[in-house]
């Protein structure tokens, strides 16, 4: 995972505030494993590194934590990959393609 800056308007995203702790959690953790705005997954991957393998949670946690956000239009789900659909998203997704651009001597 790497460090993510997490703007002030996730905390008070509507959206987000009618999701469970869980997919609240779920869609920070996703921040940090995201590259251009996508997460290739497994449900077992995703407890191991969003939620450090927890006893207490279960893949079918998972998966209705990845629904609840689906169903509010914060992540699209393709097969195994989730999208993130937001603003802050569009933003990394665009800052990391400038910097691949730089590194590569591009930009």
């Excluded at 002030?8 to 920070?28: H, K």
Aim: charged share 30%.
């Amino acid at each position: 995972m790497r460090d993510v800056i997490v703007k002030p308007e996730y905390w008070t995203d509507p959206r987000l505030l009618e999701c469970s702790l869980g997919a609240q959690r779920l869609y920070l953790g996703l921040y940090g494993l995201e590259h251009r705005g996508r997460v290739t997954f497994t449900l077992k991957s995703l407890k191991a590194v969003v939620f450090a393998g927890s006893s207490k949670i279960t893949e079918a946690d998972i998966d209705e934590f990845v629904g609840e956000l689906s169903s509010r239009g914060l992540v699209d789900l393709l097969s195994n990959i989730i999208v993130l659909v937001d603003e802050h998203a569009k933003y990394v997704a665009k800052r990391q393609d400038l910097d691949e651009m730089r590194a590569a001597g591009n930009g």
